[in-house]
């Protein structure tokens, strides 16, 4: 009995310095500081001032124009169920909408009976309106008004190949109209076209090592063209320079699945979302995590501080030119501003 109990302590100690051991090294990796919880922002309350009686439905894409004006993509009421069949029928909803970022009032909506399950969202330097359906495995360029102007992939045909996708998440563009996807939920690895989407190449493949992915959630560019990826699954940020060579991740064992990204040009700072669950299917809540440009310390708020509202799983995430900050909450099917105080980080 003796034995037994010494070998089970000795077990018990091995087991106890791994996890100590992995936690250190995880914290070694990440190199980051954390700053603790930022107040300098508020949330804006009554807003946006949609008409009365309507219900937005899951919200999942943000973005901005040149006029500071926010499109939103919706699903109109339509939701994906885990462990559910997705609907294939279209939506039969306004699924795009243009809201003032100052009045919050509607501007115009378009996008009913086109979409089947809504995901990502992305406005270009023209004013063109980029998104991505997750059932219908395409990835579509829209004008500004709301006209088609192109179409990747092929509708409802999943694949693995320069013209096929599986559940592509987000779209980013660079200033000379090529374009990158993150692709996504059924593939795990990044593609880019030409401007007229022609494939040129692609990285990325299913693990947790540098440069694979575990969810591809959303894509952003820096104003060098670097792409930033929100590898969900993995609670971590990953950036590699234009042609996909890796350069830096960004992770803390504090994060939640990382959701989305913007890479805030004014400010030069990284802004992400997160959403941390339970059980694998309780939300606890979603924060915004800032990072300084070298991603060698971060702050946040939301879940990890107080804003007086509600819980949230936060999708997408926006900045405007005056800092100020646009959450989708995919929950409470609503948009959230977090309009900015005053200066104090950097």
């Known amino acids: 009995m003796l ?8 077990f018990f100690f091995c087991i106890l310095l791994y996890v ?16 603790g919880i930022l107040n300098n922002y508020v949330l804006v309350k009554d807003w946006p001032q949609l008409s009365p009686g309507y219900a937005m439905g899951p919200a999942v ?14 699903r109109a009421g339509r939701e994906w169920k885990e462990l559910m069949p997705v609907p294939s029928t279209f939506i039969r ?15 115009n909506s ?21 998104v991505t359906d ?5 990835v579509f360029k829209f004008s500004h008004e709301g006209k088609l102007l192109m179409s990747v992939g092929e509708a409802g045909v999943s694949g693995n190949d320069a013209t096929h996708f599986n559940r592509p998440t987000g779209v980013a563009v660079a200033a ?4 990158y996807v993150s692709d996504g939920y059924g593939n795990s690895r990044i593609v880019k076209f030409s401007p007229a989407g022609k494939f040129l190449f692609e990285w990325g493949r299913k693990g947790t090592d540098e440069g694979a992915f575990d969810i591809p959630h959303a894509i952003d560019l820096d104003d060098k063209g670097n792409v930033y990826v929100a590898d969900r699954e993995n609670h971590r940020i990953e950036i590699f320079d234009s042609s996909g060579k890796f350069i830096q991740q960004l992770e803390d064992k504090s994060f939640g699945h990382l959701c989305s ?10 802004i992400a979302i997160d959403d941390m669950i339970s059980l694998g299917v309780r939300h606890k809540g979603s924060d915004i995590i800032l990072f300084d440009s070298a991603g060698s310390s971060f702050s946040r708020f939301g879940r990890s501080g107080h804003y007086n509202g509600p819980v949230c799983w936060y999708h997408d995430v926006a900045v405007d030119k005056e800092g100020n900050i646009y959450v989708v909450d995919l929950l409470g099917g609503k948009i959230q501003k977090f309009e900015k105080r005053n200066d104090l980080y950097r």
């Open 261 to 270: 990204i913007v890479f805030d040009k004014k400010e030069r700072r990284i």
């Open 93 to 107: 909803g306004k699924t795009i909408l243009e809201i003032d970022s100052r009045t919050g009032q509607l501007i």
């Open 3 to 10: 034995r037994n109990g010494t070998m089970h302590k000795r």
């Open 61 to 74: 894409g943000i973005g901005l124009d040149s006029s500071q004006h926010i499109f939103i993509f919706s």
């Open 20 to 35: 100590l051991t992995a936690c250190h090294q995880q914290q070694a990796t990440t190199g980051m500081k954390d700053l």
């Open 134 to 138: 997750v059932e219908l495995q395409q």
């Open 176 to 179: 000379d109209g090529s374009f």
């Open 110 to 130: 378009w996008g009913d009976k086109f979409f089947v399950m809504p995901h990502g969202l992305t406005v270009d330097l023209q004013d063109n309106i980029w």
